[in-house]
């Protein structure tokens, strides 16, 4: 750990690599110490001096828009592990596999990269349909996936660490906030018509009508690319809701706000809470079309903390001075860095070890803050609330207190 | 529920509904319209329509950010150029796939099915390869984005009204062009037919490559305009094909009226079912309402009357 800390200090590739060609040896002793024969007893890709691990997601294609952000978190953050020395003294090497947002196509890398390459784990997936896709092949092969996208829970694995929220942790203290900040009692849920908005918009509404006592006046579900939200706005204007509470995802959201703004519905007369907005989508979006709307996360590019300081400047210095780090982004950052943890606390590679050593494992690091592995391999997280501005970035109103994953919340389904 | 509302209310609701679905025809018909000239007077399928009118609305982008970096102060009037820009760089990408694609499949209409699908698929990775995967937005110019208030209670929005007016204005020019030019008579000509047409001098090979490049000039201006209401990304152009080809169908391929009939018919279904019923609910109403108008009439809303050769 006081390695861990030690260099996370220093935010460029250039300083880290200084302080790698100093200390040669410690590697070498690790490596030494945890011999192939013993760390890798399943035939995994590990040699005394290398271990490999996949990467899947989808670099072409109609998610490329959204996955790119995460490919680069996990490179960087792999980057950075090497430049530590690596895991168990041994260097992360990367087999990169495209999905080309392509359902089947993952499930055709997922098992190349399992039973050819023999990684050691695969950093992957962004929608939950790719992952729903790759799940019985990494559950058969018996692999490791990280999986950084909030989703709609309902889902447990022994072979998937989710390091985004699932969706009470985003959505429950988020509406809490809203009913008490802005005495919030009626609701209008806007979402995306698949299963992410429509499993999170029936946990919204259950919430506001069993615990806040409130009112869904209006729920509405859009064919992802939808452009043409008229109709939608003069119905929002006739029922006159305190909150909309939107989950639209994709090109649908940039023509929603548009729209929205050009009806005259902003922030000074109306409030809007989403939790489909990240950094990435306001690039698209255009900060003016959202500025004063709130977002629930568990991260945002603004927070104000030292891991986080450290996690902007080493991205911009590697992807550049405009790059921006929405959400998932920074979920994915987390995935290497929890993986090389339970490697090192189960003292071996084999993914049964990780997985059991998984629970409990703490990442004080982690740019959104601290973050606890649960033992159903969902992340302990905190929820913020965040007011866009014109500049695209969102000042953190509101954090909660660190929140219990529960994929299978019981009144909720 | 409703007896909640005053009548002025309901008055402004109902203005505003109408609104949206006019402004809602008038997207749907500057979409189809270069298609309706490609599909319906050369019987092209041209799937990569869509990928056209992104490459409009990436003209506007790189307009913008020209503009932004050499003339700030140009920045409230560049859309209109923009635009006009958009018109020459996406007929130009027209001529040019005209000439290097289309011609050799005119014999071949599935094939050509095909080979603009594969079209469509490479422009939207050239689009990702050049401006990166993510979405970008032109800095539009404020005069677009606000909403007029007639009264109180109504907002129309000023980009609905804009593209309002494009729509018409790009209609009028259209039909002008069709029936009141010699290009126009030529073009009719070739479609009726081909054979007699070249026998009278008309050369029907640059009138082919003519109709298309306009159509597909056409797309980029719809493309243009649709950044005021949408997002400009690779896959943009993928969003709209779908209405696009439903539009010129339903219309009748080869009639330009059934087009503009059939965008308004489409329009209005889906902004009402919209309103009364749940999002996904309009469309599926829209869509089974097509499909049983289809069945009893196949050949559209307004015949072609066309000699089929």
């Known amino acids: 750990m006081k390695t861990l800390r030690s260099t996370l200090c220093y935010s460029t590739a250039a300083l880290c690599a200084l302080l790698v060609s100093g200390l040669p040896n410690i590697s070498l002793i690790a490596s030494e110490s945890f011999p192939t024969a013993k760390v890798n007893t399943t035939g995994l890709a590990v040699t005394d001096t290398e271990v490999t691990v996949g990467q899947l ?21 792999i980057e950075q592990i090497n430049a530590m020395g690596g895991v168990l003294g041994r260097k992360i090497k990367i087999i990169v596999e495209d999905g080309a947002s392509d359902w089947p196509t993952f499930a055709e890398k997922a098992k190349k990269l399992l039973v050819n390459d023999k990684v050691a784990a695969v950093m992957g997936c962004w929608t939950s349909a790719s992952r729903k896709a790759v799940l019985p092949v990494f559950e058969k092969e018996n692999g490791m996936l990280y999986y950084p996208t909030f989703y709609e829970g309902l889902e447990q694995s022994k072979n998937v660490i989710y390091t985004g929220q699932e969706a009470t942790q985003q959505i429950i203290a988020g509406l809490d906030w809203i009913a008490k900040e802005k005495k919030a009692k009626t609701f209008y849920l806007i979402g995306s018509d698949y299963i992410w908005p429509r499993t999170s918009s029936k946990i919204a509404r259950k919430h506001i009508e069993n615990v806040l006592k409130g009112t869904v006046v209006g729920e509405e ?17 006739l029922k006159k809701p305190d909150v909309i509470y939107a989950i639209v995802v994709g090109g649908s959201n940039v023509s929603f706000y548009k729209q929205l703004k050009a009806a005259g519905i902003t922030s000074d007369k109306q409030t809007l809470l989403t939790i489909s907005v990240t950094e990435d989508e306001v690039l698209g979006i255009g900060g003016e079309n959202l500025t004063g709307f709130y977002s629930a996360m568990k991260y945002f590019q603004s927070l104000d903390n030292p891991n986080n300081k450290k996690f902007v400047a080493a991205f911009k210095a590697k992807y550049g001075v405009k790059s921006v780090i929405g959400d998932v982004t920074q979920a994915a950052y987390l995935g290497p860095w929890l993986w090389k943890m339970a490697v090192e606390k189960a003292g071996s590679f084999d993914i049964d070890k990780v997985a059991a050593a998984s629970p409990d494992i703490e990442f004080k690091e982690a740019p959104e803050g601290y973050v606890k592995l649960h033992n159903n391999h969902h992340l302990w997280s905190k929820l913020r609330i965040g007011q866009w501005a014109t500049d695209g970035q969102a000042k953190v109103l509101y954090e909660s207190g660190l929140i219990e994953p529960d994929p299978f919340p019981k009144g909720y389904q | 529920m409703m007896l909640a509302y005053t009548t002025s209310e309901l008055t402004s609701i109902f203005t505003m509904q109408g609104f949206a679905g006019l402004s809602l025809f008038s997207v749907l018909l500057l979409m189809a319209l270069g298609l309706a000239i490609i599909f319906g007077q050369m019987g092209v399928i041209n799937m990569a329509h869509g990928e056209f009118m992104a490459a409009g609305a990436y003209t506007v982008y790189l307009c ?53 699908w594969g079209l469509s698929l490479i422009m939207q990775q050239t689009f990702r390869s050049t401006f990166g995967a993510r979405e970008v937005t032109p800095t539009l110019p404020d005069w677009l ?10 907002d129309i929005p000023i980009n609905g009204v804009f593209v309002m007016g494009l729509t018409l204005f790009i209609t009028a020019a259209v039909m002008f062009f069709t029936f009141k030019t010699r290009a126009g008579l030529r073009m009719r000509a070739t479609v009726q037919n081909r054979m007699m047409s070249g026998a009278v001098g008309i050369n029907t090979k640059v009138v082919d490559r003519l109709t298309f490049a306009i159509g597909c000039g056409i797309a980029g201006v719809a493309g243009a305009a649709f950044t005021t209401i949408g997002s400009t990304g690779p896959d943009s152009g993928s969003r709209y094909i779908v209405d696009t080809f439903l539009v010129v169908v339903f219309g009748g391929a080869a009639s330009m009226l059934g087009t503009v009939a059939s965008a308004f018919g489409i329009a209005q279904t889906q902004s009402i079912s919209e309103f009364f019923l749940q999002g996904t609910m309009g469309k599926v109403t829209t869509l089974l309402a097509i499909v049983i108008i289809l069945m009893i009439r196949p050949q559209g809303l307004f015949a072609s009357k066309v000699r089929r050769a």
Request: aromatic share 14%.
């Open chain 2, 145 to 154: 984005m606000g909403s007029f208030k007639p009264t109180e209670t109504i």
């Open chain 1, 57 to 77: 997601h989808s670099a072409t294609g109609t998610m490329a828009i959204s996955e790119t952000g995460s490919i680069q978190a996990e490179q960087l953050a």
């Open chain 1, 221 to 237: 579900f859009y064919a992802l690319g939808h452009t043409q939200f008229g109709s939608l706005i003069n119905k929002i204007k």
């Open chain 2, 64 to 116: 913008s950010t020209l503009t932004a970096k050499f003339a700030p102060a140009f920045q409230p009037y560049y859309f209109l150029f923009a635009i006009v820009a958009a018109f020459f760089v996406s007929g130009s990408l027209g001529l040019l796939v005209e000439w290097g694609l289309i011609r050799f499949l005119y014999k071949r209409p599935l094939d050509t099915l095909l080979a603009t």
